[in-house]
Each structure stands twice: as C-alpha cells, then as structure tokens.
C-alpha cells in the first residue's frame, strides 16, 4: 500500500484537496468556493471539484446560508475529527473483516488440504 497519509490512504484526496482540507481545518470558519479559490490560487471550478470530492468522502460539509434578501450560498467547514477517525475506525473494521475473509477462502482453495485432495 502507497499513500502519503491517511487522507491519501482512505480517501483518496489529492494534494490540493488535503491543502484545501488543511486551511479549513486551520482557519475554523466556513470559507465559500470563491474564498477557498483565493487562498489556495486556483480557479473556482477548480477548488469547487476539491471541495466536491472532500464533502464526498465525510471529510467536510457543505451548508447553506440564507440572505435576508431570500438569496443563499453555500459554505464549506470541515466535519468534527471524532466523526472522521470513527468513519476510518468502521471501514478500517470491514477492511479487516474482508480480508480475513479472502484469506481463509484462498486457504480453503489453494492450502495443503485442497492440494492433497486435488492429488487423490
């Protein structure tokens, strides 16, 4: 397994979402694409796809805001840590289960009992 951290590892963000994940997470106040846009010098659409693919993995959410003028817009925050490490605990837990899984099958199949069998 190659990842650099755990945000790689589990989510599969890329450079720019785990800076886009790090200034929300070191700011602590929902920031707008256009806000996220400027601080990391990238296009709109192109920290709105960051955004989109953190808010996809749990990592951050998205939340409207109502103007007074019957408008809205939408910020992004990042969700609680202890909800994030307890999302990587459970699929982390399945993860293991799986593959213990897969292991005791590919025993089943290929271990010295089946090749012993297989020689009868």
């Known amino acids: 397994m190659q990842c650099e951290g755990l945000l790689e590892c589990f989510f599969g963000v890329t450079g720019l ?25 990238r296009e709109r659409s192109t920290a709105y796809r960051s955004l989109r693919r953190l808010v996809d993995a749990g990592l951050i959410r998205r939340r409207q805001i109502n103007d007074d003028d019957g408008g809205y817009y939408h910020v992004f925050e990042p969700v609680d840590a202890d909800e994030v490490v307890d999302s990587i605990q459970h699929d982390l837990n399945d993860w293991y289960g799986t593959i213990v899984g897969l292991i005791g099958e590919f025993e089943r199949s290929h271990g010295k009992e089946s090749a012993r069998t297989a020689d009868d």
């Open 17 to 41: 979402d785990r800076t886009v994940y790090e200034l929300l997470t070191a700011e602590g106040h929902p920031f707008t694409v256009e806000q996220v846009a400027e601080a990391v010098d």
